[in-house]
């Protein structure tokens, strides 16, 4: 799916390499080493032959869930996914496990928690890969050098799964470290100046001229924390939710969201501009999350907007990249977001507003991701933009994987 940013993300995470000594430690167990590779070279030439039958086997397997579906027409161009399948089975019969392939291995593990691909969908594709592959050896291996291969072929697939979990524990792991160590550090000050003031009251309990001004501290202190525990709350809220799907209308979303939020208008007669036509603006999605996500954005939108000129645009259509995507778009007038930066944004903690909790856009693509679509913000000539993808009401088969999920 061409999005904005989404190339820059995209090749960040790609810089990532494997833990290569814990991997050596991995194939030494497996006794994955030179000499069991070495059973399988004589085949390679011939395995080699399979690659696209097995890459396009694997996307019919996984184009048959609703979900899975949703995941596979995401890929940043068409028939991207299918040749980068194509190419890790071809690497995996040649490399002779090599520094390169180890990475790319692990480099599609990080890949796949970034696009929040559920790691059961990742673990049963290497189960229908092993299939594959053995039916492979049994119709190209002789039978008498069959079970060595078989073994081989076998520690082979089980190394790379072990390689996408590592990539996946690891991944997951140090977004949960980052998310507590922000925690700690953003109580650390407001809670250093609710302790200071407070002892400056008590010092000076009976002649305390200034007792109005710190407890006023105190108070602001108190209220950012209250901000933050509701954020994270709301995070965490969103995090533990089991998506359950219904068709929703976006502009009946949008128009309550906006009602919600009509306090934070810049003056009473200010309107926003909608362009959501009924007919084409339902979605598949869970209301739980549809509702923060746009919340989040709406607000941001509106806090970014150039109060001299205040302009907020709302528009939804098909999209013509994604098939089977709405796309929305909340654009707003005001200086435009540095791209540099954007990414960021959507990290929890980096806000730029000194008052912000950092977890707005952190929330709203938690719940775009909920959803199985996402959202992006890109600059614009004259301020900034959100896209959000969302997917359409039979954008996928009627058969749902992990029922409830
Ligand atoms: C045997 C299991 C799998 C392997 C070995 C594998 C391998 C890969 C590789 C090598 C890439 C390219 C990474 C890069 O650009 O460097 C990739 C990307 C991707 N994979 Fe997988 N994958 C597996 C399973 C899945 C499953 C089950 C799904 C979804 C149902 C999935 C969805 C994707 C998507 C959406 C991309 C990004 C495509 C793009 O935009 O180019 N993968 N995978």
């Not at 019919?60 to 089975?89: C, I, N, V």
């Not at 007792?211 to 602001?220: F, G, N, R, T």
């Not at 934070?264 to 999605?285: K, M, Q």
Request: proline share 6%.
């Amino acid at each position: 799916m061409p999005q904005p940013n989404a190339e820059s993300e995209r090749t960040r995470l790609l810089e990532s390499t494997a833990p290569l000594e814990r991997m050596a430690y991995f194939r030494s167990e497996l006794q994955l080493q030179d000499e069991a590779m070495a059973v399988l070279a004589p085949y390679s030439e011939v395995f080699v032959t399979y690659a696209k039958d097995y890459a396009d086997q694997l996307y019919a397997k996984f184009d048959r869930f609703a979900q899975t579906q949703l995941m596979l027409h995401r890929e940043s161009s068409p028939g991207r996914l299918r040749r980068s399948w194509e190419y890790w089975f071809r690497a995996l019969w040649t490399s002779g496990l090599d520094e390169r392939f180890i990475n790319m291995v692990w480099r599609s593990g990080v890949l796949h928690v970034s696009l929040g691909i559920d790691q059961r969908f990742i673990d049963l594709a290497y189960g229908y890969t092993r299939s594959y592959c053995r039916d492979m050896a049994e119709r190209e291996v002789p039978l008498p050098e069959l079970r060595k291969v078989l073994r081989t072929v076998d520690a082979l697939l089980d190394f790379c799964m072990l390689l996408a979990t590592d990539a996946f524990i690891s991944s997951t792991q140090r977004c949960d470290t980052e998310v507590m160590m922000g925690v700690a550090h953003q109580l650390r000050n407001p809670l250093t100046v609710i302790g200071g003031n407070a002892m400056r009251i008590r010092r000076n309990r009976d002649s305390c001229a200034d007792a109005h001004d710190h407890s006023q501290v105190i108070l602001e202190e108190a209220l950012r924390l209250e901000r933050l525990v509701k954020a994270v709350g709301s995070y965490v809220n969103i995090l533990n939710q089991k998506p359950e799907f219904q068709i929703c209308s976006v502009p009946q979303l949008m128009l309550e969201t906006l009602q919600e939020l009509r306090p934070e208008y810049p003056s009473p007669d200010f309107e926003p501009e909608l362009d959501l036509a009924e007919n084409n603006a339902l979605v598949r999605g869970d209301e739980r999350c549809l509702r923060p996500l746009f919340l989040q954005t709406l607000r941001n939108s509106l806090q970014a907007m150039d109060k001299a000129n205040p302009r907020l645009r709302i528009a939804s259509r098909p999209s013509t990249a994604t098939r089977g995507f709405l796309q929305i778009e909340i654009e707003n007038s005001g200086p435009a977001p540095d791209p540099d930066m954007i990414e960021a944004l959507f990290e929890p903690f980096h806000s730029i507003r000194p008052m912000g909790t950092g977890f707005g856009l952190p929330i709203a693509r938690l719940a775009a991701k909920k959803c199985m679509g996402s959202v992006t913000l890109t600059a614009t000539p004259h301020g900034g933009r959100y896209t959000i993808l969302l997917a359409l009401p039979g954008a996928a088969g009627e058969s749902v994987f992990f029922a409830g999920e």
